[in-house]
């Protein structure tokens, strides 16, 4: 039997995806300001340029990009999940909204998900595509630590997949429920700094 690799063991960018969840001109906008103060400030000025800079140093090493954007798979929605439908949340595929941000825009051979639940497992074939690249751990950054984050790195953990939250490169509505979330998923996850992540990926180079 193989030995189980440590939580804390460092990144290998040839089995290592960075995932950016929900990054989209439908969520982080400038209308967000008002409406989500500490959202909009939280994500202008620390996740967002955190998950650049994991973006250009897991570029630089080798590592898959991947990102996810909430978008239905038909105009009216019907392809939505329930909680989806019930919460009204529905963008049309090939909205404005849809797009990933430009602080963050994929490359021409990055791989852009559509989902329709909070965890991509549910909704995508995000797991078929990471085997098949032989991929098994996971950066799991962008939006909303609890939700969407705190959903996928529970799936991903149950699914085999090695799990990496850097805690800097995501954030939510409020500081409590941020810090909340983490505390509540950190047994699913190795929790770090992305300076500590970044210093990884440069090694690797």
Do not use: W
Not at 166 to 176: H, Q, R
């Amino acid at each position: 039997m193989a030995a189980t690799p440590s939580r804390d063991a460092p990144l290998d960018p040839a089995r290592t995806a960075i995932l950016v969840i929900d990054t989209q001109d439908g969520i982080f906008h400038a209308g967000a300001a008002a409406a989500r103060p500490y959202f909009f400030r939280t994500a202008r000025d620390i996740a967002i340029p955190n998950i650049a800079r994991l973006i250009a140093a897991g570029r630089a090493a080798g590592a898959e990009i991947v990102y996810t954007v909430i978008a239905s798979l038909t105009r009216d929605g019907r392809d939505r999940s329930l909680d989806y439908k019930q919460t009204n949340f529905h963008f049309a595929p090939g909205s404005p909204e849809t797009r990933v941000i430009e602080a963050l825009r994929p490359g021409e051979d990055e791989i852009v998900l559509p989902k329709t639940s909070s965890s991509l497992f549910n909704s995508t074939n995000f797991d078929y595509l990471m085997r098949n690249i032989g991929l098994d751990t996971l950066v799991v950054t962008g939006f909303l630590t609890d939700q969407c984050i705190d959903h996928t790195v529970r799936d991903g953990a149950d699914r085999g997949f090695r799990m990496v939250c850097p805690v800097d490169a995501c954030t939510t509505d409020s500081e409590v429920r941020h810090q909340q979330a983490l505390a509540a998923f950190r047994g699913y996850c190795r929790q770090a700094s992305t300076a500590a992540l970044l210093a990884e990926l440069e090694v690797a180079t």
